[in-house]
């Protein structure tokens, strides 16, 4: 099969199954798309590449966490691997690491990011997010792609944090709706 053949429910029973080579195909499937994220997130090939290989780590140890009636499962994987990220931005070490960032580093994201985002799964969520009304798409942008917390985002954006949550939530309803 190919990777954009499976069903929601074979890729959720592939997590759950415990067996390594059904992970092989979700790793195949997801990381490209995940990976693009962690790029986003914590601007740099290694970092990004090191958070991918622990988010599925994590992903594979808290399987039995998942539940397909919250959202789908690359929602969900998208969810682990974001918070690995920004754990990883907030920490001291990430902060004196990024003091010494150079310009190399920066031409070299810049050349994976471009090639990542041909990505088809994600291909399909930039497409979703772009056909968001302009106030949902810029806080989907924020807090899933560039990594705000919804706080962070009211203090940006100088709006309240309820409204922050209220459109957040409204525009991945409406997401859902389209998938």
Request: charge should be negative; proline fraction near 2%; hydrophobic fraction near 40%.
């Amino acid at each position: 099969m190919s990777k954009s053949s499976y069903t929601e429910l074979q890729l959720q029973d592939m997590l759950h199954s415990g067996d390594p080579a059904q992970f092989q195909i979700l790793y195949d499937r997801f990381s490209d798309a995940l990976y693009g994220i962690l790029l986003r997130i914590v601007h740099e090939e290694e970092q990004a590449e090191d958070l991918l290989q622990e988010a599925f780590l994590k992903i594979w140890q808290q399987a039995s966490k998942y539940n397909g009636e919250k959202g789908t499962l690359f929602t969900w994987m998208l969810n682990v691997t974001r918070n690995l990220a920004l754990d990883k931005l907030r920490s001291a070490e990430y902060s004196r690491k990024q003091q010494t960032f150079s310009l190399d580093d920066n031409v070299s994201t810049i050349d994976r990011s471009s090639s990542v985002n041909h990505n088809e799964q994600a291909a399909e969520v930039v497409e979703l997010v772009s056909k968001l009304e302009p106030h949902h798409k810029q806080l989907i942008e924020m807090v899933y792609i560039q990594g705000y917390t919804q706080a962070e985002v009211a203090d940006i954006l100088a709006i309240p944090l309820g409204t922050v949550k209220t459109r957040i939530r409204s525009a991945l309803q409406h997401l859902r709706s389209q998938v």
